[in-house]
């Protein structure tokens, strides 16, 4: 099997300009303000997050079933500046999706959203700030490079990735183990 570089991944999958990216560390190099959060992988809805009965900061999962079947990788600085490289964000195949929508993604657009706590006044509250869609494909493959205008201060930032056509998230910054992993953490 061959492994690309990220340099070579997002120039293959998405166009990226190469100076997006310090090959001598494969992360993304905006130069505009410090780096709020990175992520190297996400999770897709599934499970009680597929539909509108436990949504995360006000967001309700898309009615079907998602999966990663490649990689996601993405930052986020304090300028707001966003950008995530996906490759394979597709229905999963589960009982739950029809036979002809499983493996591949039916929306033209991708959507970024970074949702932050923030303070209004002496409360607490959640804002979310959307992009404008990017193209996917339908090996669900698309790069969403975007500026949005975050609040003040934006604790706790969550990226998910949003249908072009509704507000419904299909991946969101986190993980799941498939498989039962030993990775030297001590389960309990």
Avoid at 84 to 103: H, K, N
Wanted: glycine share 10%.
């Amino acid at each position: 099997m061959t492994r690309l570089t990220l340099p070579a991944l997002a120039l293959a999958c998405c166009a990226m300009p190469a100076s997006a990216v310090d090959p001598a560390t494969d992360e993304f190099n905006f130069g505009f303000g410090n780096k709020i959060l990175s992520f190297q992988t996400m999770y897709g809805v599934d499970g009680p997050f597929v539909g509108e009965k436990n949504p995360i900061r006000g967001v309700v999962g898309d009615e079907l079933p998602w999966t990663i079947t490649h990689i996601v990788r993405g930052d986020l600085d304090t300028r707001g500046h966003l950008r995530i490289m996906v490759r394979g964000l597709v229905f999963a195949d589960d009982p739950l999706v029809p036979p002809e929508l499983r493996g591949i993604n039916d929306e033209a657009e991708f959507r970024g959203l970074v949702s932050c706590l923030t303070e209004v006044d002496d409360a607490v509250e959640t804002q979310n700030v959307v992009t404008e869609g990017f193209p996917a494909n339908r090996g669900g493959d698309a790069f969403i490079r975007a500026t949005v205008a975050l609040p003040n201060p934006c604790v706790a930032p969550i990226v998910m990735i949003l249908a072009g056509s509704e507000d419904k998230w299909f991946a969101v910054t986190g993980f799941e183990h498939e498989v039962a992993v030993d990775d030297g953490v001590a389960s309990r």
